[in-house]
């Protein structure tokens, strides 16, 4: 037998013609709630039925927080979700995403076309978003004046900071003229020159929402000059207002902490900020004492009376030395003098003229030394140890040598 197939394989390949149908993939399915059963593991299963027919159903427990009821049974509803296939059971079901109520499902139907059409014109590009200003000082609120979302937005701003203005515009929220008079509230903060402008509501159904989804606000927040916080709803609330708005805050609450900044936790940062500026001065002035200490060391090394008074010392240092090597050097000639004195002692002829010898010597100052050179009658000068004799000679008397 050919092309024989098992079940699994059957399942498989039917499970794959759903998931490649696109239409099945996204669908929206009206009916009527029946065998609601909530599971401990948190997914819900049911059945949609209508005169016609019954189509099984399931919501995980991770799609549920977008559903804002507990479902009953005889409610009437919108299921958006895609189809596809149990293998197991070889039976089909819808896969649910949302769930809201009928009554709801053409103003949801009107929601998401709106919002097709925005986005393709641009509303949501991010390139259009302004910057929230870090500093506000004069907020301004859009909301009904009474009610929880104004409560909460003013709580939280006197809180975190008691010197920021708050200007309340008292806009209609809900019903008819509502989205005329959020649209007028943000023109005529926008003219109050405020710094961002919050707009909001307490949370509710999309029809008490739905004057946040009407194009006049969102083209009203798009063309404000002043950066917009929206603020509608509950967390898992979405309307056209958070799509244009520059920034959405899940809560009226979490607009005004995000509109707001908190006063003491600035003055916190403000101390620390003056306790780190004034160690680092403290530190810089220290370093410039030893910095200008040791300049101060260096040009006193550098002064002139400096360099003056080392040159000073170093002549005395020369005079003395000069003053020792001169004394040395005196009495080392003064030794020497005394040895060549005892020397010409030796040699001078006093010595010998004190030892009983005498000088000899013509008038023309010849030294005399032989009779050979003396003639009568001639005139002599006799040196002696204490004066001198002039004579002529008389006599002449030559001695030889055998004789001496």
Known sequence: ???????????????????????????????????????????????????????????FA??????????QEGQQVVVLGSISVYERDGKYQLYAKEIILDGA???????EKLKK?????????????????????????????????????????????PYVQLILYPALVQGEGA?????????????????????????????????????????????????????????????????VSDLRAPTPSAAAELAVYEYMGTVEVMKEYEGRLRRNITQ????????????????????????????????VDFEQRIQIDFERCLQSRKHKFAIYVEKMKGLSPLAKLSSGYSYVEDLSHHNLKSVRQIALEDKLRIYMTDGIVNATVTQIEEVTSDEQ
């Open 117 to 161: 059409d925005l986005e393709e014109r641009g509303f949501f590009a991010s390139e259009y978003k302004q910057p929230i200003p870090k500093f506000a000082k004069r907020v301004g609120i859009v909301t009904a004046p009474t009610g929880a979302a104004v409560r909460d937005i003013i709580q939280v701003s006197s809180r975190r900071n």
């Open 105 to 111: 499902g053409l103003l949801y139907e009107k929601f």
């Open 284 to 315: 810089k002035i220290e370093m410039t004492r030893q910095i200008s200490k040791q300049k101060q060391l260096k040009l006193k090394m550098a002064h002139p009376r400096q360099k003056l008074n080392e040159k000073r010392q170093m002549l």
């Open 62 to 71: 991770g799609s549920r927080s977008g559903l804002s009821f507990r479902m």
């Open 179 to 243: 989205a005329k008079s959020i649209a007028n509230g943000i023109k005529m903060l926008e003219a109050a020159d405020v710094d961002v402008i919050i707009v909001g509501r307490g949370g509710g159904s999309i029809e008490d929402l739905w004057a946040f989804n009407e194009e006049i606000v969102a083209r009203a927040i798009f063309d404000c000059k002043i950066p917009i916080i929206s603020a509608v709803g509950h967390q898992t609330d979405y309307t056209i207002a958070d799509y």
């Open 1 to 59: 037998m050919q092309n024989v197939y098992t079940v699994k394989q059957v399942n498989a390949y039917i499970k794959n013609m759903f998931t490649q149908d696109f239409m099945l993939n996204r669908i929206y399915v009206k009916g009527e709630i029946s065998n609601c059963k909530y599971h401990t593991s948190g997914h819900i299963y049911f059945s949609l039925k209508d005169q016609s027919g019954t189509i099984a159903c399931v919501m």
